[in-house]
């Protein structure tokens, strides 16, 4: 049988996701956890250092075949997925537990070490896990580059964004300017700083993200076409506008 021994001492978990209507859900890799026992795997998961930790991919259907391979990624339209080497406090994979992914209900468990476990979860068939709040890295930054803002109007030094876009006054002489293709870190401190509580007032006192009234920051208006914008107008449906909206909302989270 010659099995690699994490295998026969940990449980395997396959999952399948489905929206309200019965369609397959879109899924995150970082967004799933299974719990053995009060222990959490995910990934990554600084918890589980022994070799071969818990790793979880996607099952994506093979149009040549008709049948599912497992595909190392981060998101997934599929609504399948499968976690290997899950484990409890203890180290084994035995244990009651529980499938978690914001937004969905929970899904049951009770495997034990060398078994697989499955889960069926949808929707609205029970009560559902809090969303989990935006964050500027891993939701809201790739949408510079996607929409060409970073390549285009908002690069450094002749973007008409960039060089329209007055620069905004911080403290101790520094200033933060409308350059949205520098590091996650330094676009962020672009759009947020200096926090100003006025922003909510509108007009000259308009700040790019304004936690006090999130409508009345410029980056949900400009690109979301309610006032003028030399560059996108996309309106304020569109994936990018509703995305920066609700990260205004939970709290502008960095990471």
């Not at 969905?104 to 889960?119: K, M, R």
């Not at 947020?192 to 007009?203: N, Q, V």
Request: charged share 20%; proline share 8%; glycine share 10%.
């Amino acid at each position: 049988m010659n099995l690699n021994n994490y295998f026969l001492t940990r449980a395997t978990i396959i999952g399948e996701v489905l929206d309200d209507d019965g369609s397959p859900a879109k899924l995150e890799r970082a967004d799933i956890s299974v719990v053995i026992d009060d222990f959490v795997n995910h990934i990554p998961n600084a918890s589980d250092p022994v070799p071969f930790p818990a790793t979880l991919c996607f099952l994506e259907p093979d149009p040549a075949t008709g049948e599912y391979k497992g595909v190392n990624a981060n998101q997934t339209s599929s609504g399948r997925f499968v976690l290997f080497r899950a484990r409890n406090d203890l180290g084994t994979g035995t244990g009651m537990g529980e499938v978690r992914i914001p937004g969905f209900p929970v899904g049951a468990l009770d495997v034990s070490s060398g078994s697989i476990g499955f889960v069926h979860i949808k929707r609205g068939e029970s009560t559902g896990l809090p969303e989990r709040p935006r964050t500027f890295e891993r939701d809201v930054y790739h949408f510079f580059k996607d929409r060409t803002c970073s390549a285009v109007c908002h690069r450094p030094p002749n973007g008409i964004g960039y060089m329209t876009a007055p620069a905004r006054p911080g403290p101790n002489g520094r200033t933060y300017p409308a350059d949205w293709s520098a590091s996650v870190d330094a676009v962020f401190d672009n759009l947020t700083k200096p926090f100003d509580t006025d922003c909510a007032l509108g007009d000259m006192m308009a700040a790019r993200v304004c936690r006090a009234m999130p409508t009345a920051s410029l980056l949900y208006q400009k690109p979301g076409g309610l006032v003028y914008h030399a560059g996108l107008n996309l309106g304020t449906k569109d994936d990018m506008i509703v995305t920066i909206l609700r990260w205004i909302e939970d709290g502008v989270i960095l990471r």
